[in-house]
Structure formats: C-alpha cells, structure tokens
C-alpha cells in the first residue's frame, strides 16, 4: 500500500521529519519558505496530512481546494489560524499541542513580566550606548514584582502556570479574570482570587495575558481598558497579536498612562507597529514564549504524533475536535 502523502509546511528538526518519512510521503520545506495562501493551496494537492507551524490560514476555501486533505497537525497550542467549524464539517481533524509548551511559555511570561517591570531592555539598551558614565540614586528605577498584585487574564494551563510562580516564588497576591471560574479547590491550590475584568484592571500591578484569541477576545485590551489601569502598571502579551490594540497600547505607554508593556505577539506580526518599535518602555521579543529547544521539540514531536495518529488508525493525543474521530469511527 502506498504511503499517504504529507505536507510539513515549514522547516523542522530532521529528527521529526525522518520519523514522519517512516509513515508518508512527506513533502516538507528545507527553505523554510513562508507559504502564503496559494501556495499552501498549490503544495496542499492530495495531501491528506498538513504539519502547520501555527501561521498558516486554514480556511474553508482551503479546504475546498484541497479535498484529500484529512488531518490538520498545528505545532501550537493556539488554533485560531484554523477555522475548526469548517474542518470539522468536513471530516478534518484538528490537532494542537497542548502541555508540552505550559511551563516553558510560563517561564517566559514571567521573564517579560519581569524585563518590563525592572527595564530591562531599555536599561542593556542604555548600557550598550555608552551612556553608563556615573552611579545615580534614581537610574533606571522601576517596579517590583515580589509583593505585588499580579493579574492574569485568562485563566487555562499557562495562567495557572504563571499564578503559581508568583504567588509561591514571589509572594504576590494573584487575581484572575477568565470566562469561567476556576473549582474552589484549584483557586485555593494556587492562592489565585477571581475579580471582574473591570476590578482585574484596576487592581493588578502587573497584568499578563494567556486568553486564547478568538472574535470575543479582540481588542479585549483597548483605549478603554487601559484606561482603567494603575499609571505604574506594566502590561504582559504571549497570548496572541489581535487582543491587544496595539496603536491604543502605544499611545497608553507614549503618555504614561501604564508604566511599561512586554510584548511577545503583534497585531498583523512579524510586522510591529512603529510606534511601538519607537518607545522606551517596552520589552519586545518575536513570538518566542514557546521556543526552548527541549519544548519546540517536544511541540514538533506531539504535532508528529497527531498526524501518524490519524492517519494511520491511532488515537491521536491531542485533539481539538474529537468528535470527527467519533463520526469516522461510528
Ligand atoms: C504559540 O503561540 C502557540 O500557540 O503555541
């Protein structure tokens, strides 16, 4: 029998790729080229399997054009590159990476959290300059982490991460907004208080946020919300580009209305919005909350495991519409 026949979309540890050869056809992309729409669509013919870095648009149309297509394998825990729905109406299963990526994304979350808090950024910025001349009682002073009100907005796996080390590490008081409260006993465990968004934004010294982005969650932080935020107040982003209004986040930082932001994800990245790339206050990185080497490779080994999975009779590990597996099976 032949071997199905894959499409890896961008470049990947040769590793995952030998393995993946052991199961299909596999075309991958050692060029590491960005696809855009009508190239995935044109590399995507009779492909039954799709390895996606995270960034690619899976779309109806997609899939229309692409009928042999059975599995949609997403290196991220994040999926709102795919539109799930139309996957699901036709037999197509989604699958992201869930776990493998919590503590490392919270590590990193923290890091940020930290670099905006304490200048970092701006600090090695002024080092490296040459303008480090003298010791003065006020230089690059900022904020403290330990004691302080962190809040978390969304309140899955990384939030609960991120909670645990500031409540256990670094003594803080943690307060939580998410779409649903956490089980009493979970809040008890991680010492985490749930408030209203409104109260979340007013209290929090240091706000990060882990909420997946959907239509609900655009713009979730905007003129309005920032507006409600402490002026000493840092604003923490590994979620995703598109809840944050950036241009509105800029202007809030340009005047002083929250004290500094640490960012890892833009609106319409990687293109960052020049205002941003002009000021002072902000700590930016290239949407690499995920990328310790042990984890990207634990992410590209679940993302493998999805795909062999499905398209070799397995129980893929992790799902995000399951209920095609159920319909194939009934
Ligand atoms: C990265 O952004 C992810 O969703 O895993």
New binding site residues.
């Given amino acids: 029998m032949s071997k199905p026949a894959v499409l890896v979309s961008r470049a990947l540890f040769p590793e995952v790729l030998e393995r993946l050869r052991r199961h299909f056809e596999v075309e991958d992309n050692p060029e590491d080229e960005v696809l855009d729409a009508p190239a995935l669509r044109q590399r995507l013919q009779a492909k039954q399997g799709l390895l996606a870095a995270?960034g690619e648009r899976i779309s109806a149309e997609l899939l229309a054009a692409c009928p042999a297509l059975r599995v949609v394998a997403?290196?991220?825990?994040?999926?709102n590159n795919i539109d799930v729905p139309a996957c699901t109406a036709r037999g197509v299963l989604v699958s992201?990476?869930p776990d493998v990526?919590t503590e490392t994304?919270a590590d990193f979350g923290f890091a940020l959290m930290m670099a905006a808090a304490r200048r970092m950024s701006e600090a090695e910025r002024y080092l490296r300059e040459g303008r480090w001349t003298k010791w003065r009682y006020d230089l690059l002073t900022g904020s403290d982490v330990h004691g302080a009100t962190l809040g978390i907005l969304g309140m899955g796996r990384i939030g609960q991460a991120i909670a645990r080390r500031g409540a256990a590490g670094f003594g803080m008081r943690v307060l939580y907004h998410n779409r649903s409260r956490l089980p009493p006993d979970t809040e008890a465990a991680l010492g985490a208080q749930y408030v209203d968004k409104a109260a979340l934004l007013a209290q929090a010294d240091h706000l990060v946020l882990v909420l997946p982005y959907s239509a609900a969650s655009h713009h979730a932080i905007g003129a309005a919300e920032l507006a409600l935020m402490k002026p000493t107040a840092t604003l923490t982003n590994v979620?995703?580009g598109g809840i944050v209004d950036d241009g509105a986040l800029a202007a809030a930082l340009r005047a002083g209305r929250i004290a500094a932001a640490g960012l890892d994800?833009f609106e319409g990245e990687p293109a960052v919005h020049a205002e941003l790339l002009a000021l002072p206050n902000v700590v930016l990185t290239p949407?690499i909350?995920?990328a310790s080497l042990r984890t990207r490779r634990a992410?590209a080994d679940l993302a493998a495991d999805n795909l062999i999975a499905a398209l070799t009779g397995g129980v893929p590990p992790t799902p995000v519409n399951p209920e095609v597996l159920a319909a194939a099976r009934a």
């Fill in positions: 995270g997403n290196m991220a825990v994040g999926y992201n990476t990526l994304t979620a995703r994800v949407h909350a995920s992410m």
